[in-house]
């Protein structure tokens, strides 16, 4: 009797990277290799689904497990990631015939896609495959966003790595204001990212804490900016405290709606100048108080530094790839491993399944109770929540005083199509 | 016969703050007490030389082993620093004579005084105060300064911890941008300080190796900006690799000699708004390629960073201080305890003596064949001494996910004089 030959599996990575989306597929491909009997080979999608749709796969298999292991410690999609949402069946038929196709050719019959929201829309369309059209296939989204705002899952990996950088610099570049403030800078400002949500500002407060008090001021998305509120903050906190440092979210509005980085700025020739909203931040500082002040904008910095990762953040990125690999052997489709808080103190969580359909399209918000009365800072509430997942660290190897991140061969598979795809 | 009572010592911070300068404060503080028969008590300035002028003294012995253990991990100045710098004694006669006061009533025979360039002209200054007005002190300059311009010593502690972080957060940001670069993000820019000379730009360099190749290109201040050149190397490098990587110095000027971070912007209202260089440059490859960047400004978080400081740069920082004591120990003034490079390969250095008058007011500029012919990059003699400046992992104590950075009591020291002095 012939032997079946076990399905392979597709993986791929989408949308921004993070400091430990690859220790995603270091848990997903550790974990396939684990059950060669039911899964055959991972092909690695390069640059994300579009790899799918070219049909241009990476063998993972032709890396060593050593490289495979390297992933949990290096940032970045080692893939390629890519920003490119899949359309609705009705719109582009096309591109899902197409998967179909290349899917079929190659035998893949597990579908594992880490991303964040409109990941797991695509993700949510490919599980449908089998009933829309005949293609038995099983999808499993692997959570992964800076923004933390997945729903069900209780935080999105990626998101700790950035709340501990964040801290860490705002606590470190506060010292230095500190020791500056006599004669010199008295305000910092630091911009991170959170376009919609006040997430990763938020943990700039973590900045401050009991032992080390620093008077952070965060400027959140949820908030409506308030200059003369803002400015009458800062001045009471430099005289109380003789500097203040200020969090500002890149996604911070004005009173008339828009984007508070968004100042109409031109050069000396008249065009148009795209800036930051740090900048923005500090010229109020500048022309309403006549402070000192110094400007940073975090930016790729902050999802890419891997050498100060969170443990937990690390620890729960693995392990959504590796139950993403398991719920597949279980047999579910359209499911997303979820992180699910079990207690707080000791901090202690499991994974959990989540419905797909009730995770693509919903923006999880931060809660109001996590916002401070005032405006400007977090609560008990908010600072609970996010300390555990900053917890711990977990440094990469270092090689001539560089951290030591593996690049993989990322063979190609042999295509199989005989017509190419553009998309 | 009665005993006589040892000298006390001060020792004060001075200018921009660093990773590592509590490092050489530590190394002070604890060698001076091993020697209490020789030196009394280690009072040191409240912000900088102000402390001294104004007697405001911190009587660090109030301080226990495990705190001032501590201040070799922690970033900023400990006792606070200040920009200040004292005139001549012919144009102010009035601020050398409170000196003698304060240094008189406090029984005080040493002065240790740890910063850059500028500091090492008031540390001259004051260490003739036994020639020129009779008093007798011994002045040692601690070397300090993230902009590594100061003669004779091989390199400047502090400068190994900036250019370590740069080094990584650029690998870390590059690689992240390799991950983006097929749908999304080609061009990554990141500023760094260094406004007269590009040693911090240099250290960019360093992110890539010879096992990890990056595209990175340096603007360095040493060469003038020439859009064109400019902007057709990253053309050239985005076709090469798909992606490139910027590290461009607060201090680079364009042809007209202006700095380019100088665009003479105005908002809305024609204010005039300061920005940095970085979204100056994304400015250009977005009007001249139409590609998409993402620029990042590090800012003070380059030079408070100790979380990634390098073990090289700690180790030195407090081998500085250290011997700055045993020097006053010897007799020696108008000194500054240099750092010598013995060997590369592998990398060995010592300490030696470096007098004062060859320190103050000379400006170390990066040597011309460090640059590489095109101006974009670093050459290999460049490479060959930046390598070991950035060796080692020295990692701060942790908890909760937070380094554990120390805030001393700095008690002040009672006042002895009657009359308070303006500065």
Request: proline share 5%; net charge positive; hydrophobic share 40%.
């Amino acid at each position: 009797m012939p032997k079946i030959k076990p399905k392979n599996a597709f993986y791929a990575q989408s949308g921004g990277v993070t400091a430990v989306i690859n220790a995603s597929a270091c848990g997903v491909i550790e974990t396939a290799r684990k059950h060669k009997n039911k899964i055959g080979r991972v092909y690695a999608g390069r640059n994300g689904i579009i790899g799918a749709l070219t049909e241009d796969l990476i063998d993972t298999n032709r890396e060593n497990a050593r490289s495979i292991a390297a992933l949990r410690h290096t940032p970045s999609g080692a893939f390629g990631s890519c920003r490119y949402k899949l359309k609705s069946l009705e719109e582009n038929r096309r591109e899902y015939q197409r998967l179909i196709e290349v899917f079929e050719a190659h035998n893949i019959g597990y579908f594992f896609y880490n991303g964040g929201g409109d990941s797991a829309d695509t993700c949510l369309k490919v599980s449908q495959l089998s009933e829309t059209m005949g293609y038995p296939i099983q999808a499993i989204h692997v959570p992964k966003t800076v923004d933390n705002d997945l729903p069900i899952t209780d935080n999105c990996p990626g998101f700790g790595s950035v709340a501990k950088y964040i801290a860490v610099s705002t606590r470190e570049a506060s010292f230095d204001v500190a020791s500056m403030a006599k004669t010199s800078t008295k305000v910092f400002i630091i911009e991170v990212m959170g376009r919609h949500a006040g997430w990763i500002a938020a943990a700039g407060g973590l900045a401050s804490s009991e032992d080390t008090p620093i008077p952070v001021l965060i400027l959140f998305p949820e908030v409506r900016f308030d200059r003369q509120k803002f400015i009458d903050r800062v001045d009471q906190l430099v005289k109380q405290h003789g500097y203040v440092s200020v969090v500002v979210s890149e996604g911070v509005k004005g009173p008339e709606g828009r984007f508070l980085s968004d100042q109409g700025l031109t050069d000396a020739f008249g065009h148009a100048q795209l800036g930051g909203v740090a900048p923005v931040v500090a010229n109020m500082v500048k022309q309403d108080l006549d402070l000192k002040y110094h400007w940073a904008v975090a930016d790729y910095l902050q999802r890419a530094a891997r050498h100060i990762a969170s443990k937990t953040d690390v620890e729960q990125a693995y392990a959504v790839g590796r139950e993403a690999v398991r719920l597949a052997l279980k047999g579910h489709n359209a499911v997303m491993p979820a992180i699910k808080r079990v207690s707080n103190k000791p901090y202690r969580w499991k994974i959990e399944l989540a419905p797909l359909d009730k995770v693509a399209n919903v923006e999880k918000m931060m809660p109001k109770n996590f916002i401070s009365r005032d405006g400007f800072g977090i609560t008990r509430r908010c600072r609970d929540y996010l300390a555990p997942l900053i917890r711990g660290e977990d440094y990469p190897p270092y090689a001539n005083g560089m951290p030591r991140y593996v690049r993989l061969k990322n063979l190609p598979v042999k295509k199989k199509l005989p017509h190419k795809f553009e998309v």
